[in-house]
């Protein structure tokens, strides 16, 4: 098979399974609406950061060797894993924004429940995850964003990651990491 056949099948993959994540988030909209359920913003994350995965993979290929090309056209498994850790980084990103580790301007803010007066509870912990979302619609789009460059960009989570243990040794608190 020749570069050019490579190149067509892989980006036939990639096109694929973005339409099936664009899809899978289609359809926990859908269903939420229609079932007049909760957002499932994790899953929402998730799916944005594999899908940048996806698009990195595309913007990449162009320039990957012979060698790589022919592994990413013999195996599902050789493309679907960069955008899976793209999805797993979208949601440690959720996390670090949740946490406020990295805040300003260009991150979302989030309503998080507070736990009532005896302290966190089961109901509390059921609150986080069925009751966090963006304060506003701008927030949300960031969260999104910010999602798909976290699959996008394979470093960008990881360097926030070291920043902030480095941050964490050098005696800084959280609110000095930016």
Same mark, same amino acid.
């Given at each position: 098979?020749?570069?050019?056949?490579?190149?067509?099948?892989?980006?036939?993959?990639?096109?694929?399974?973005?339409?099936?994540?664009?899809?899978?988030?289609?359809? &926990?909209?859908? =269903?939420?609406?229609?079932?007049?359920?909760?957002? /499932?913003?994790?899953?929402?994350? !998730? %799916?944005? *950061? $594999?899908?940048?995965?996806?698009?990195?993979?595309?913007?990449?290929?162009?320039?990957?060797?012979?060698?790589?090309?022919?592994?990413?056209?013999?195996?599902?498994?050789? &493309?679907?894993? =960069?955008?899976?850790?793209?999805?797993?980084?979208? /949601?440690?990103?959720?996390?670090? !924004? %949740?946490? *406020? $580790?990295?805040?300003?301007?260009?991150?979302?803010?989030?309503?998080?429940?507070?736990?009532?007066?005896?302290?966190?509870?089961?109901?509390?912990?059921?609150?986080?995850?069925?009751?966090?979302?963006?304060?506003?619609?701008?927030?949300?789009?960031?969260?999104?964003?910010?999602? !798909?460059?976290? *699959?996008?960009?394979?470093?960008?989570?990881?360097?926030?990651?070291?920043?902030?243990?480095?941050?964490?040794?050098?005696?800084?608190?959280?609110?000095?990491?930016?």
């Amino acid at each position: 098979m020749s570069r050019i056949e490579q190149y067509h099948t892989v980006t036939r993959r990639l096109i694929i399974m973005t339409l099936i994540c664009v899809l899978l988030f289609a359809s &926990i909209f859908a =269903v939420s609406y229609v079932l007049q359920q909760r957002f /499932l913003l994790t899953s929402a994350c !998730f %799916l944005c *950061g $594999i899908v940048g995965g996806f698009v990195s993979i595309q913007q990449r290929l162009p320039k990957v060797s012979n060698t790589e090309l022919g592994m990413l056209t013999k195996s599902w498994f050789q &493309i679907l894993l =960069v955008p899976i850790f793209g999805g797993v980084f979208a /949601l440690v990103l959720y996390c670090v !924004f %949740l946490s *406020g $580790i990295i805040s300003g301007h260009l991150f979302p803010e989030f309503f998080v429940p507070q736990a009532g007066s005896n302290g966190p509870d089961d109901q509390f912990m059921w609150d986080i995850f069925s009751k966090t979302y963006p304060k506003t619609t701008e927030d949300f789009a960031k969260l999104l964003f910010w999602c !798909f460059v976290a *699959g996008f960009s394979e470093r960008f989570v990881p360097q926030i990651i070291n920043k902030t243990l480095n941050g964490t040794a050098d005696g800084k608190t959280a609110s000095t990491i930016k």
